[in-house]
């Protein structure tokens, strides 16, 4: 049901502005204005392309859909068990939202949350933000003529079609920088609708699928050699399982059936992407991010308005103790930050907390899959500071960082978790880091050739099980146990 709404004086600018207390019927009226507002800018591209002129007029109608809530101190509602769905403070929230072919079971579920919880009607209008022609041209319900693709064409054309304006595309809530503006809104969600349009164009671009098939748990590796055994997983997977219903891979290929032979393209994107869908969206979503804090900082980053459960390393690493040897694991409970990617976003004297359900998971997860039980597992497990750098040569500086390893307590190094799980923090993305050693260089143990192939032979295979074991036991234990109100602000927006 819904009733008509007389708010417009508590959102000002937005248009058709309706109160629903039917989550159902709002998210349908999310769906609605996008679909129709992003068809008419690719039915308008095309006339232009045949010589029409186009209307500014109309294309200022085509706009993101925005999501509002109104809570007075009487509808407060503070169990201090919820971390999200929830709104702590009395005010006015709001923001756009994009592609609800994508994110329709998250509107879902947190429109659904905030009604329940606050007993309060969701206002769903026509924002005053202009949905930019690039990331309508992404997704749209209109065929856009093939030309559409000469982009040098798009960007110099003088018309009423927006572009995207990086001036107000930002992560000042996620920072926990912002400040609303002079109308005293608050922000619904951690990321408007154009800062995830935004992510969604540049995860397509690096690792080549479409934004639509991203899962809600991730694993991260460093290394193509763990792609095959993911792969071979997730086809034994299609044969043996019901769980699963497809594997994606680079360049959108979509394979039903176990007994496929997945072919995999020649030409890979930088990031490349595997993913191991449920018809739930609870799938696995595997991703190669290749080497250096830079990398991991790209792909979290986009990652994060998926708003996915969890995401996982799982990488190679150099062992600092003597003790340890080729092949350990490393879990790591802390991080010392030499990456120098997110140094403005969330400075370095800011803690990275471990998540102790994926501890917990991962720990679990060695024991099963490795068969180890008290005492042998410490053997062969290391729980402890992992360094990150942005060196990627640090070895010839050893004996200048000897002292920090020392100092830190450090077991391992690498050059990606530390990223990883601080950008996990900073997007309130459940996160956790499990390492195997590969090399010992401060003890001269260096990764040879031969010795290389023999070792990444014998634990790809293992390492890449026990991340999937994780995986199966968070998702078994229930993702609400995963998010933490450790990784909620003073004043979060309500959404997830």
């Known amino acids: 049901m819904s009733l008509n709404g007389n708010s417009t004086n508590l959102f000002p600018g937005i248009k058709d502005l309706v109160a629903y207390t039917d989550a159902e019927k709002a998210v349908e009226a999310i769906e609605e204005i996008y679909n129709k507002n992003s068809t008419l800018i690719g039915e308008a591209f095309n006339r232009l392309l045949e010589g029409e002129e186009v209307s500014e007029s109309l294309l200022a109608e085509a706009t993101y859909p925005y999501v509002g809530i109104h809570i007075t101190p009487k509808d407060l509602n503070l169990d201090a068990r919820w971390s999200y769905g929830v709104v702590v403070e009395a005010g006015i929230y709001g923001g756009t939202v994009t592609r609800p072919d994508i994110f329709k079971r998250y509107f879902m579920d947190q429109i659904s949350l905030l009604i329940e919880r606050h007993k309060v009607p969701i206002y769903i209008g026509a924002s005053n933000w202009s949905i930019p022609l690039p990331f309508a041209m992404d997704h749209t319900p209109a065929q856009l003529d093939p030309r559409a693709l000469d982009m040098g064409q798009l960007w110099q054309m003088q018309t009423g079609f927006a572009l995207p304006n990086l001036t ?3 992560d000042d809530i996620a920072n926990c920088t912002y400040r609303p503006g002079s109308n005293g809104i608050k922000p619904v969600s951690m990321f408007s609708g154009e800062r995830v349009d935004y992510s969604l164009h540049r995860l397509h671009h690096y690792t080549g699928t479409s934004p639509d098939h991203f899962q809600g748990f991730v694993l991260l590796t460093n290394y193509q050699r763990y792609v095959d055994e993911f792969v071979a997983f997730g086809m034994e997977q299609l044969k043996t399982s019901k769980d699963y219903e497809s594997l994606v891979i680079p360049g959108d290929a979509i394979y039903h059936h176990g007994n496929d032979a997945v072919i995999l393209p020649k030409n890979l994107p930088q990031m490349p992407a595997y993913h191991l869908k449920r018809k739930d969206g609870m799938g696995i979503t595997f991703i190669n991010i290749g080497v250096g804090p830079t990398n991991a900082k790209t792909i979290t980053d986009h990652l994060a308005v998926l708003r996915p459960h969890c ?77 990150t750098t942005d060196n990627r040569n640090w070895e010839l500086r050893s004996d200048e960082l000897y002292e920090r390893f020392r100092q830190s307590r450090a077991i391992a190094l690498d050059m ?7 950008n996990g923090f900073r997007f309130r993305v459940p996160y956790g880091t499990l ?3 590969s090399d010992k260089p401060i003890h001269g143990e260096i990764k040879l050739r031969g010795m290389a192939n023999n070792f990444y032979k014998e634990r790809v295979n293992q390492h890449l099980k026990i991340g999937l074991e994780a995986i199966r036991l968070l998702h078994e234990q229930g993702v609400d146990q995963l ?14």
């Open 416 to 422: 990606e978790s530390a990223t990883v799980a601080a």
């Open 311 to 387: 995401w996982l390393m799982l990488g190679h690493c150099a062992g600092l103790r003597s003790t340890q040897v080729l092949g350990d694991y490393v879990l790591a409970h802390g991080y010392v930050r030499e990456d120098n990617v997110l140094n403005q976003d969330l400075p370095t004297w800011i803690p990275v907390p471990p998540i102790a359900e994926v501890q917990v998971a991962l720990q679990h997860a060695v024991e099963n899959i490795s068969n180890h039980r008290k005492m042998p597992l410490k053997a062969g497990m290391r729980t402890g500071t992992v360094v």
């Open 483 to 496: 998010h933490s109100r450790k990784l909620r602000g003073f004043d979060e927006p309500p959404f997830r």
């Open 435 to 437: 390492l195997c050693i």
């Open 168 to 170: 107000r595309v930002n």
